[in-house]
């Protein structure tokens, strides 16, 4: 333990054994700590590690409450796991291979178990209790010997979707994906439902899919704590979380580049809500950053090749994924946009056999769900808890994947696009503006009557802003104040020109919507306009002039207080222009140092130079119309800034 990095979840050990029935299921995306928690619940109860336990726990808090635990099974159960990502369901298999293989995996086990636990059970001979041909005929015996020799076992089945995930995903062989469930399914979790609460006292099972949960599953008996409130943070990380491990695992970095690193993580890696209800206090639950992409980040913070690789995507998106999701890809108003703005409304679909994933290219609440359980969706912010996107992420993601099928069925628009953008890098920002103002008003009020900054930064990224773009730029904005207090900001977009004139272009993005218009015509905060009330705003915000407009109210909600709150437009206009003079100033000074402002960017690096900065303060209106301001003459710099990525 002294050479490792732990994140303390041992305080969930506490809650789990509080309940009467010790007999949990929980779904996570892949390469989100499932089997790490397995490997320390495994270590907490197993009989063989008590001479362990002050070195794995007396750190730790429930090292620091031990005796005090219901149940008091510390260190006395043995401790079986089956970890089904060995069942290999390689293509071309046939089911008697299949079914030799499946035997494997659970023996494979259960030798392990006899071995380690012989002395405990009368020194059995593995070969009268390991059958080759009938893996289930071994469970069997196994646990006939443990409950005659008077112990209980902890029994854990890590991924235990894992054999048919790949199945269910292609949805091209349902056959073996039957067969394979009636030996998951029926036989071994029916094995397993029969044995509990002897000699199967604890009961601890993880996956991805909730796959095998039809009407008549043994695994129905399990207490499903994947959106249970009190078990949000059982896997993946929170804010103090990844602030505390990368401050260790990243000790030889000044506190001030640390902070820019864990607001860089927050921007991409975090915004997953596995709970799509309030909880009973009112306190809203931590967003969860994926525990994966962010350890990936900090170990390319240690090989400087990699360092400024911000954009990545968890491996469970392959090409056959993107194949069965393209009715998701191909509609940005119907699907992306509602997704990425929060107000995405979709069941969730509670059950995944071969014959639900096979309507995900026509089913556009499976494709979702598939998506949610995959990690690339997420239940949005209260009071709707609706579907979202949950960081930068995955909303660049799914927009790359849009692009794809829009340069496809779409030149037309994406030449326009690429030509707008070109007139905006010739100090020309009308075409561009008006471009994206038309893509706005061909969408439903549902598509971006919500829409967000980082969808508007987003959107431009993916279709108009294409080349030497970098979003979420992080500087030290005011060095003479603290974190938390203005000290660090982020670019939206930081255009870098490739002009011979060197004016890179630095735009700072805002968005009213229309609610929170509607909200300030009515001059009523908490009434809710109807959908033909927000159809004829939008249809006077057309045709407003800017000054019009300019004249404007709007309410916006406040997450702390969950108040709305009023403002105008005016109001807005002022505090986003005097962000963005402070950003000018920042990157005009180059690298921010331990007392000055600056860059505090890997994906930048500033040579001397002189080059010169432009701003545009744009400004979407209820998603319907676009303001632009241009935030005065360019300023020069003495530096010349390169993209490094």
């Known amino acids: 333990m002294a050479d490792m990095l732990v994140v303390d979840k041992t305080m969930y050990i506490e809650k789990l054994e509080a309940q ?3 007999q949990y299921i929980l779904l996570r995306p892949r390469r989100w700590g499932k089997s790490t928690f397995v490997q320390m619940l495994a270590a907490y109860y197993d009989v063989e590690e008590a001479h362990r336990f002050e070195a794995y726990f007396s750190q730790l808090h429930i090292g620091r409450k031990a005796g005090s635990i219901p149940g008091h099974d510390r260190n006395a159960l043995l401790v079986l796991i089956f970890d089904f990502s060995e069942f290999n369901v390689g293509n071309g298999q046939t089911v008697a291979q299949l079914e030799a293989e499946y035997h494997r995996m659970i023996n494979r086990a259960l030798k392990a178990f006899l071995a380690k636990y012989g002395h405990l059970l009368n020194l059995p001979k593995p070969e009268a209790y390991i059958k080759p041909d009938d893996s289930i005929q071994s469970l069997n015996l196994i646990l006939n010997l443990v409950a005659k020799c008077s112990h209980r076992v902890f029994l854990a089945v890590d991924g235990y979707d894992a054999p048919v995930s790949s199945l269910l995903l292609s949805g091209n062989d349902e056959g073996k994906f039957h067969f394979i469930s009636t030996l998951i399914k029926d036989k071994f979790f029916g094995v397993i439902k029969r044995r509990v609460p002897a000699p199967i006292c604890k009961y601890w099972v993880t996956g991805v899919l909730p796959a095998f949960r039809d009407v008549t599953s043994p695994l129905l008996s ?14 993946g990380l929170t804010q103090n979380e990844v602030e505390a491990y990368a401050q260790s695992y990243l000790h030889d970095l000044p506190l001030q580049q640390l902070n820019a690193i864990t607001l860089q993580m927050r921007f991409w890696y975090n915004g997953h809500i596995f709970c799509p209800n309030e909880p009973s206090d009112g306190v809203p639950l931590p967003s969860l950053f994926n525990p994966r992409l962010v350890f990936e980040y900090l170990e390319m913070l240690k090989t400087p090749s990699g360092a400024s690789r911000l954009y990545q995507v968890n491996d469970v998106v392959h090409a056959s994924i993107l194949d069965a999701f393209s009715i998701v890809w191909g509609s940005i108003e119907t699907n992306l946009l509602p997704a990425m703005n929060g107000t ?47 960081n930068a992420t995955t909303r660049k993601f ?65 279709f108009w802003f294409t080349s030497s773009c970098l979003s979420g730029l992080c500087l030290v904005a005011d060095s003479t104040k603290q974190k938390g207090s203005g000290r660090f900001g982020f670019v939206d977009l930081f255009v870098r020109s490739s002009q011979a004139n060197r004016s890179h272009t630095v735009v700072e993005l805002k968005s009213v919507t229309l609610l929170g218009l509607a909200k300030g ?8 306009p109807s959908a033909r009330e927000l159809e004829l705003l939008r249809q006077a915000l057309r045709s407003e002039s800017e000054v019009e407009l300019m004249e404007r109210e709007f309410f916006w909600y406040e997450k702390e207080t969950k108040k709305w709150r009023l403002s105008s437009m005016k109001t807005l206009k002022v505090t986003a222009t005097q962000q963005m ?11 921010a140092t331990e007392h000055t402002s600056g860059i505090l ?6 040579e001397k130079g002189s080059d010169s900065l432009v701003g545009h303060l744009v400004m979407c209106v209820g998603g319907t119309r676009l303001l632009h301001w241009k935030a005065g003459p360019p300023i020069l710099t003495e530096w010349s800034y390169k993209v490094v990525g």
């Open 20 to 22: 009467r029935s010790y």
């Open 581 to 591: 003079v402070k950003y000018l100033e920042a990157l005009r000074l180059g690298h």
């Open 398 to 462: 799914m927009l790359d994947q849009a692009k794809h099928v829009v340069q496809q069925t779409d030149t037309e628009f994406i030449q326009a696009a690429a030509e707008s953008y070109g007139s905006f890098l010739r100090n020309n920002p009308t075409p561009l503006i008006d471009s994206f103002e038309r893509f706005l008003q061909q969408k439903s009020v549902r598509s971006v009557g919500a829409i967000t900054e980082a969808v508007i930064q987003n959107l431009l990224e993916a």
């Open 601 to 606: 960017d890997d994906r930048v690096w500033c």
């Open 222 to 235: 399990l207490t499903d704590i994947s959106t249970r409130p009190e078990y949000h943070g059982i896997c």
């Open 344 to 390: 995405l409304q979709i069941d969730l679909q509670p059950h995944f056999g071969s014959s639900e994933v096979a309507q995900a290219k026509t089913n556009t609440r499976i494709a979702w769900s598939l998506l949610y359980y995959l990690g690339i969706m997420t239940h949005g912010d209260p009071p709707s808890f609706w579907l979202k996107a949950p």
């Open 521 to 528: 015509a009515m001059n009523n905060g908490d009434r809710d």
